[in-house]
């Protein structure tokens, strides 16, 4: 049964990271159908606005309340969030609200923050607000894999990556269902560990296959981290779990080298590639909230 507090500043945290991810990926969506889909651009442009709007909530109650920790982790934004987002809105017309951005960029954690009752109701709410509205992304997102499958749609981002987002959207569903009901979900390490293992494989294998087919070196090092995340995933059975956080952290501190390395150099027009700035900061970040993960559960 988790405090006041553990309930109030866990739930904050997670949807100060989460709300931007979903908020980005409907952002990509948005940015990757065709003119012909005006309907399914409305809708994920809709649904992106209802995310920021959560998120611009949650930022207004974490002030304070959030831990060291998790603003030092980089997770909610990174040095190079705004940069990124200027650049992507620039380049494809699409908006995004930055005005939440620099107001992340300023949170701060205050360790005599007072966690009343009357918060804990107001995170209960935006908690269940929040549920409902990721109910109708993993719909949306679902339909888009659909259509996608039946060659109904033309959209430049990979089944795999609909899938992708789709299932970062129903593990944190499936957090904020636990921690409604006072809980942590129940899970043992090595299901945590393929989660991720699996998603930063994955980042692997989609930046591999966005960068432009010059960019060998950059290619050969994103294959070799998928390679490496897949094995880590082949090799978690209780007896060794131990074992495979510690290579899952250095595994992970790798690839968000390289993730960090691809933000700067995507920023910059230094990589030829078909990715936006903004999907190489989405990436890092989640690189980032993974490590916080690995170093608790190793703690
Ligand atoms: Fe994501
Ligand atoms: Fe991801």
């Not at 709007?53 to 040095?79: C, M, Q, R, W």
């Not at 205050?110 to 719909?139: C, K, Q, S």
């Not at 894999?145 to 039946?150: G, H, K, Q, V, Y």
């Not at 290579?247 to 230094?270: F, M, Q, W």
Request: glycine share 4%.
């Amino acid at each position: 049964m988790l405090s006041r507090e553990e309930f109030i500043r866990i739930s904050l945290e997670i949807n100060l990271f989460f709300q931007r991810i979903m908020k980005e990926h409907l952002f990509f969506i948005e940015t990757s159908l065709q003119p012909i889909e005006g309907a399914n651009i409305d809708e994920a442009r809709v649904l992106k606005e209802s995310f920021e709007h959560l998120l611009a909530e949650t930022v207004y109650y974490a002030n304070g309340a959030i831990s060291e920790d998790a603003i030092k982790a980089n997770e909610f934004v990174t040095p190079y969030t705004l940069d990124a987002e200027n650049i992507s809105t620039q380049l494809t017309g699409a908006s995004l609200d930055t005005m939440i951005t620099k107001q992340e960029l300023q949170l701060t954690s205050n360790p005599h923050f007072e966690f009343g009752e009357r918060l804990e109701r107001i995170v209960y709410d935006l908690n269940y607000r929040t549920l409902n509205m990721l109910e109708e992304v993993i719909a949306f997102k679902k339909k888009l894999i659909d259509l996608s499958l039946e060659c109904k749609i033309l959209i430049a981002l990979y089944v795999e990556l609909l899938e992708h987002i789709t299932r970062e959207a129903i593990y944190y569903g499936e957090v904020l269902r636990a921690l409604q009901c006072k809980k942590l979900p129940d899970k043992t390490i090595c299901d945590e560990l393929n989660f991720w293992n699996n998603i930063m494989g994955e980042h692997a294998q989609f930046i591999d296959g966005l960068l432009d087919p010059s960019e060998r070196q950059l290619k050969d090092t994103a294959a070799g981290f998928a390679q490496k995340f897949e094995n880590l995933v082949k090799e978690c059975v209780e007896s060794a779990e131990k074992l495979v956080l510690e290579r899952s952290k250095d595994a992970t501190v790798g690839i968000r080298d390289y993730k960090k390395a691809a933000t700067i150099g995507s920023l910059g027009c230094e990589i030829k590639s078909i990715f936006a700035p903004l999907l190489a900061d989405h990436v890092l970040r989640e690189a980032n909230h993974y490590l916080r993960i690995l170093n608790k559960l190793s703690s």
